[in-house]
């Protein structure tokens, strides 16, 4: 409307208390978890912005779509409404209802992994490569240059580098099952995909008669960058970019707890009725029967009247611009921030911002910490605690050492974003004192869950 305040496209029906604790509560709720943010306690977290998924705050509408929820094991109403919600977004013949985004590739890749495959994308996230792993394929990760490079202006930095990719298909050629590109690019920032790389993504997989699959959560994020930013785009609906995106995959992975504004759900989507009856199959083993994968009906209705809100371009604009002032204010007051800033958080370049702590000292997980114990936010370390252990049990350092502040969509208000930059831009005045960590107990995978950490020095 043409004034710099950001004010959010709806008010405020109900609300849940915050809980005030002191810097020795938060100290000693560290020290008892092993210094992992995921175990700490909910009710101790000030500002939650570990996650994205599943963290927001669902529309009045929403509730009450829930109360239309029908609970029958097969054939729900409940089920034709999710159907048709995601059909009308991504006309897939083929909709497998899971309980969340891992769920959908878990199933996947059970059937089209296994040793020997190959898996690009542009960058996995964590349970995709976990998933891809566990069947023994290999996960490879092909951004463009720009993706890996903090401070470059690129305004589509989650793009996948062609030419890497079309090496990679020629290189393995009958040991690639899909290819995958996830919008928008979690791991490199929250960054956009432009439909001009999708396409040219999808030539090169025509060409060798690879799928091409999007794990496409933050879907309406990257179609309105590509609104905002893609020559020719700008006067075009969010509903039609989002459905020319899908038009160029052959299926899709989806966590409906983004960008379907819902606590709880997911899917996975495709054209090809055989592969579709064997991952229904696998469905049914381990999910549920079809017409709910895991799923309650009142659950269904959510994310149908979700994806009818995600893509209204009032909460859109509020959505990335709301995003945009944390970002912008912390580049402003000099802490190194991954630039453009993404769509679903703000990724600090912990590295950056603690020289002094090596990779393999974890310097992600020492600024999250450093947060939590200031001011009871919980961030997300993105980096070499998350990425660094390999299959084989070997660790290097991941390409970046990020820490994300993933903010929950229509949860926290302006005021609270700004006690978040005042509480970021204390931790950074005080960044060379702070040391490195060493884990002491973790899992082979997926470690960044559960693992324990002790500070040194």
């Given amino acids: 409307m043409g004034f710099r305040t950001i004010i959010e496209p709806f008010r405020i029906h109900s609300v849940e208390p915050i809980r005030l604790t002191t810097a020795a509560q938060r100290r000693a709720a560290l020290e008892d978890v092993g210094y992992n943010l995921f175990s700490l306690r909910a009710e101790d977290v000030l500002i939650d912005l570990l996650t994205d ?36 977004l991504f006309p897939f013949p083929h909709v497998i209802p899971t309980h969340q985004g891992r769920a959908a590739e878990k199933i996947l890749f059970s059937v089209i992994g296994g040793p020997g495959k190959v898996i690009p994308n542009n960058t996995h996230f964590d349970t995709t490569r976990a998933n891809a792993e566990a069947t023994g394929a290999v996960a490879v990760d092909l951004v463009i240059s720009e993706g890996l490079e903090v401070s470059s202006l690129h305004p589509f930095k989650g793009n996948m580098d062609l030419g890497a990719l079309e090496q990679t298909l020629r290189e393995n050629a009958g040991n690639v099952p899909v290819v995958f590109v996830t919008i928008t690019n979690n791991s490199g920032g929250g960054q956009p995909v432009s439909l001009e790389n999708l396409r040219g993504t999808k030539e090169l997989c025509e060409h060798y008669g690879v799928p091409l699959f999007l794990d496409a959560c933050r879907f309406a994020e990257n179609a309105w960058f590509i609104k905002e930013r893609e020559q020719g785009q700008h006067d075009r609906a969010v509903p039609d970019i989002v459905r020319e995106m899908a038009s ?26 055989e592969l579709a009856r064997r991952c229904r199959e696998v469905l049914i083993l381990t999910e549920g029967f079809p017409t709910y994968g895991g799923l309650a009906g009142r659950d269904l209705e959510a994310i149908a009247q979700g994806l009818a809100e995600v893509v209204e371009e009032d ?64 961030a997300c370390e993105i980096g070499t605690v998350m990425f660094g252990l390999h299959p084989d049990g070997t660790e290097s350092a991941a390409p970046l050492d990020l820490v994300r502040l993933a903010i929950p969509r229509r949860t926290y208000t302006q005021s609270h974003v700004d006690y978040v930059v005042e509480v970021c831009l204390d931790v950074a005045k005080r960044a060379e004192a702070l040391g490195g960590y060493e884990i002491v107990e973790a899992p082979p995978t997926l470690r960044h869950f559960t693992a324990r950490f002790r500070p040194l020095g």
């Fill in 53 to 88: 998924s599943g963290t927001g705050a669902m529309s009045r509408d929403q509730w009450a779509a829930v109360q239309h929820g029908d609970e029958s094991y097969a054939g729900s109403p409940s089920w034709y409404r999710f159907l048709g919600a995601v059909q009308d």
């Fill in 315 to 378: 909460y859109l604009r509020y959505r990335i611009r709301s995003t945009a002032y944390l970002g912008e204010a912390l580049a402003e007051a000099g802490v190194p921030v991954i630039r453009p800033i993404g769509g679903h958080a703000v990724y600090i370049d912990a590295r950056a911002l603690l020289p002094q702590v090596p990779p393999l000292r974890y310097p992600g997980q020492s600024v999250a910490v450093a947060l939590f114990e200031t001011g009871g936010i919980r």
């Fill in 248 to 273: 160029l995959a052959d299926g899709m992975t989806m966590s409906a707890k983004k960008d379907g504004l819902a606590n709880i759900g997911g899917w996975l989507a495709m054209r090809d009725g």
